[in-house]
């Protein structure tokens, strides 16, 4: 079982940024972050495969996010710039033992809230 702990999250005014962490109990090889707004279904955001070879992300933050790992840490970021309203969210960390960068994926930490005011 791995557990998730995400940090980082926050108010931020448009245009600013953010970074968010998270932290795995254990050896993972796939993670990722997921955002839901509010009335919205959970949506994909980015994604990297251990060796971070391979990284997805959504049409909708690609150019201003900016998903990497430590492994040494077991640790997942997501560098969050140029930020819009629409990018407010409540946004979940992801990890998989065997998944492909875009999932699916089986562990998930209890999730961060990101508000930017316009």
Do not use: H
């Not at 796939?30 to 060796?51: I, L, N, Y």
């Not at 979940?92 to 998930?108: E, H, K, Q, R």
């Amino acid at each position: 079982q791995v557990q998730l702990v995400e940090s980082g999250g926050g108010l931020v005014q448009a245009g600013g940024s953010l970074r968010l962490s998270c932290a795995a109990s254990g050896r993972t090889y796939t993670m990722g972050w997921f955002r839901q707004a509010p009335g919205k279904e959970r949506e994909f955001v980015a994604g990297t495969s251990w060796s971070s070879g391979n990284k997805y992300y959504a049409e909708s933050v690609k150019g201003r996010f900016t998903i990497s790992r430590d492994n040494a840490k077991n640790t997942v970021y997501l560098q969050m710039n140029s930020l819009k309203p629409e990018d407010t969210a409540v946004y979940y960390c992801a990890a998989d033992l065997s998944a492909g960068p875009t999932g699916p994926y089986n562990y998930w930490g209890q999730g961060t809230q990101v508000t930017v005011s316009s």
